[in-house]
């Protein structure tokens, strides 16, 4: 059974930072590309950041410099560092993990910035 597990989100002000991980079971976590996708309050569910099998990674333009993906294979663990947080950044965080044409998304973690 596959499982991905978030964690790591919560309350912050503005400027602050949040470091979000998702743990993941079931899958070979190695050969998975893993992302971060988030939906606000009202929106669409958007890519944030994704990082390959081999490491490269990719972002959304909004997160430019203020976030970065990691992986530590490991620990079959996702990481998203999130720094110089904004208002606009609330939302639920979700994890995919994806192999080929199959994904996994986790349940999510609300980060909420406050003004």
């Known amino acids: 059974q596959v499982r991905l597990v978030e964690s790591g989100g919560g309350l912050v002000q503005a400027g602050g930072s949040l470091r979000l991980s998702c743990a993941a079971s079931?899958?070979?976590?190695?050969?998975?590309?893993m992302a971060w996708h988030r939906q606000g309050p009202g929106k669409q569910r958007e890519l944030v950041a994704a990082?390959?099998?081999?490491?490269?990674?990719n972002y959304a333009d909004s997160v430019k410099g203020r976030f970065t993906i990691s992986r530590d294979n490991a620990k079959n663990t996702v990481y998203l560092q999130m720094n110089s947080l904004k208002p606009e950044d609330t939302a639920v965080y979700y994890c995919?993990?994806?192999?080929?044409?199959?994904?996994?998304w986790g349940k999510g973690t609300q980060v909420t910035v406050s003004s």
């Open positions: 995919k993990a994806r192999f080929g044409l199959v994904g996994y």
């Open positions: 079931g899958i070979i976590f190695s050969i998975h590309a």
């Open positions: 990082i390959g099998s081999g490491g490269r990674t």
